[in-house]
């Protein structure tokens, strides 16, 4: 992977992560070497399990679209329970304490992809799956036309009660 890839996976805490299978989940945080360079992700699938994915296995990083594309070979491992040591000898309390989170070693098999209703679900949460909006961006002519007949449709109903209530006030009678 070249460095400028390996730069780019700094920052992508919150991205989709995307495969040849389709959305597999979301970057949850970003994993470092001790020299500081990150060296994974650590991924939560869309089915609710959580992986590790090595910077070896990323193939693009699109941060426009808040988005990584893993290798066509790409692997996602199996992260086991996360761990908490305190650091403190003595017993007392620690001031420091040590978290620590491995693979099982199992490979990930890729989740199936989010039917409709599931991806409905996830759009509950839609920084988890929609790029970001881009910003200035116009909005499609459907809805532009969907809302001026909305609009139109609105004034009708409008005039048309108008005509109705004043027909009622005047005479009594509303026709």
Do not use: N
């Not at 360079?37 to 070896?56: C, N």
Request: charged residues 20%; hydrophobic residues 45%; glycine residues 10%.
């Amino acid at each position: 992977m070249a460095s400028v890839a390996r730069k780019a996976v700094l920052g992508c805490d919150g991205f989709r992560i995307e495969s040849s299978h389709g959305l597999l989940g979301w970057a949850e945080e970003t994993w470092l070497e001790p020299s500081g360079a990150p060296s994974a992700l650590a991924v939560r699938t869309v089915d609710g399990r959580r992986g590790l994915l090595l910077t070896d296995e990323i193939e693009a990083v699109v941060p426009e679209s808040e988005l990584v594309y893993v290798a066509s070979a790409g692997r996602l491992l199996e992260l086991d329970v996360p761990r908490v040591q305190p650091t403190g000898a003595d017993g007392s309390f620690p001031s420091h304490i040590a978290a620590s989170w491995q693979t099982t070693g199992e490979l990930l098999e890729p989740p199936s992809p989010p039917g409709l209703l599931q991806r409905a679900m996830l759009e509950l949460r839609p920084w988890r799956l929609a790029p970001p909006a881009a910003s200035g961006a116009e909005r499609p002519i459907w809805q532009t036309v969907g809302i001026l007949y909305a609009a139109i449709a609105f004034l009708v109903i409008l005039l048309i009660g108008i005509s109705f209530l004043a027909a009622h006030l005047a005479t009594g009678r509303a026709y």
